[in-house]
């Protein structure tokens, strides 16, 4: 099985620190992606990584870098977290191998909370 | 643009009746689609996914999903609801190697 793991489950950080999130994989995946999820607004793609040392912007990148120096491990940054960040963080994987194309793989996800 | 949608953001069904959660989209070109489910404080799992072939597709847990070109849809169902199936299911479109999700339906199994 796929197995996609988050470091924290839930976190509690204060305005203006900076807020790592990891995330590792274990079947050898390209492509790894951060999204972040609201109610209302569903899942929104922040980055994505299709190999090592190469990051894309999704379609909410402010507020957020990532990192990618291994194949198995997708790092999202937020560099001096604000309040608006609040949200659960979702990272997911994916091969490019023809049998299992485009299908994601996801982990348990990290509620981040910012007071 | 690639964009996918959910109308109802909740869906009720008494356990043993027939469930469906509808989901249109709308993509360039041929779209590989796929349902995911999200249970309480955890990540999304994969349900099944049309790719090619065969309209009707069978996943997880019991569920299927027919694509309908002419309607642009690709709704989710199953024959029987279980109170178990309670949760929020997602519907996706994969383009290249980006998903585009849509915003969820919340299914409740009343018993």
């Known amino acids: 099985d796929v197995k996609v793991t988050q470091s924290s489950r839930y976190l509690v950080k204060r305005t203006g620190e900076k807020v790592f999130l990891e995330c590792v994989q274990d079947?050898?995946?390209?492509?790894m992606f951060w999204y972040r999820q609201d109610p209302g607004l569903g899942l929104r793609l922040i980055y994505f990584?299709?190999?090592?040392?190469?990051?894309e912007k999704g379609d909410i990148p402010e507020g957020y870098s990532v990192s990618r120096e291994k194949k198995e491990r997708f790092s999202l940054i937020l560099e001096s977290a604000s309040t608006n960040q609040t949200s659960m963080y979702l990272c997911a994987s994916s091969s490019i191998t023809i049998l299992d194309q485009e299908t994601q793989y996801f982990g348990p996800g990290t509620r981040l909370l910012v007071l | 643009a690639q964009s996918v949608a959910q109308p109802e953001d909740q869906v009720n069904v008494a356990e043993g009746n027939p469930l469906t959660v509808k989901c249109t989209y709308s993509?360039?070109?041929?779209?590989?689609l796929f349902w995911y489910v999200q249970y309480p404080n955890r990540g999304l799992q994969f349900l099944l996914k049309y790719i090619t072939g065969d309209n009707l597709v069978k996943g997880s847990y019991g569920f299927e999903a027919e694509f309908n070109k002419s309607q642009t849809s690709f709704h989710l169902k199953k024959p029987s609801a279980l109170v178990s199936d309670s949760a929020l299911y997602f519907c996706?479109?994969?383009?290249?190697?980006?998903?585009?999700f849509g915003t969820g339906t919340s299914l409740t199994v009343i018993p």
């Open positions: 079947m050898d995946h390209e492509n």
């Open positions: 996706a479109v994969g383009t290249g190697n980006q998903f585009y």
């Open positions: 993509v360039s070109g041929n779209p590989y």
């Open positions: 990584s299709y190999d090592v040392k190469m990051k």
